[in-house]
T-cell receptor, first 118, second 112 residues
Framework: GAVVSQHPSWVICKSGTSVKIECRSL??????MFWYRQFPKQSLMLMAT?????????EQGVEKDKFLINHASLTLSTLTVTSAHPEDSSFYIC??????????????FGPGTRLTVT | GQQLNQSPQSMFIQEGEDVSMNCTSS?????WLWYKQDPGEGPVLLIA?????ELTSNGRLTAQFGITRKDSFLNISASIPSDVGIYFC????????????FGKGTRLSVIA
């Protein structure tokens, strides 16, 4: 399958600071990227969907001014958590969607980024 | 956001036993997927199902797409210790670049 990377894999930041998480599709062009959040012992919940070159579409209850998403190229999307607070501590996972050499459209998950806000 | 109904929530089984878990939804999905997630990692796709009634195997794993398109099950035969992890079902309402809706997960523990 195609490879999706995330950086950093984990980050600790102080309350009030901003953190940027990168999601890269390494060997295919991702026309769409999805950002999910997973709290401990819970499932993945979709935060937003972004298409390359367009504004992201946020799910209900997700603050677009707090979670800034940029998808400027077909291989890179970034999620910036602005003015982070302890309740933003979570596991953030991206998913990149594209053809990746297949006939059908597939989605591939990154390894996740563990954010801890102190 | 919406979540699928996945059961059981957790399972403790002996090595060598078969395992079955399922997912249901109140609405129709056109694609059903099953993922495994190990601690601290992203989900890894196990099986993808694209047609109602489809039965697909991947080694010791077998999954079926329900005829009503509102449910799916995953079977694991002859479990081994490395099967330990959390299994998630996911549904996709429309094929292509649309997001996935996840179940709450089944935590599988295998006792050697």
């Amino acid at each position: 399958g195609a490879v999706v990377s995330q950086h950093p894999s984990w980050v600790i930041c102080k309350s009030g600071t901003s953190v940027k998480i990168e999601c890269r599709s390494l060997d295919f062009q991702a026309t769409t990227m999805f950002w999910y959040r997973q709290f401990p012992k819970q499932s993945l919940m979709l935060m937003a969907t972004s298409n390359e070159g367009s504004k992201a579409t946020y799910e209900q209850g997700v603050e677009k001014d707090k979670f800034l998403i940029n998808h400027a190229s077909l291989t890179l999307s970034t999620l910036t958590v602005t003015s982070a607070h302890p309740e933003d501590s979570s596991f953030y996972i991206c998913s990149a969607g594209g053809l990746a050499g297949h006939v059908t459209y597939e989605q591939y998950f990154g390894p996740g980024t563990r954010l801890t806000v102190t | 956001g919406q979540q699928l109904n996945q059961s059981p929530q957790s399972m403790f089984i002996q090595e060598g036993e078969d395992v079955s878990m399922n997912c249901t939804s109140s609405s129709i999905f056109n694609t059903w997927l099953w993922y495994k997630q190990d601690p601290g990692e992203g989900p890894v796709l196990l099986i993808a199902l694209y047609k109602a009634g489809e039965l697909t195997s991947n080694g010791r794993l077998t999954a079926q797409f329900g005829i009503t398109r509102k449910d799916s099950f995953l079977n694991i035969s002859a479990s081994i210790p490395s099967d330990v992890g959390i299994y998630f079902c996911a549904g996709q309402r429309y094929s292509g670049n649309t997001p996935l809706v996840f179940g709450k997960g089944t935590r599988l523990s295998v006792i050697a």
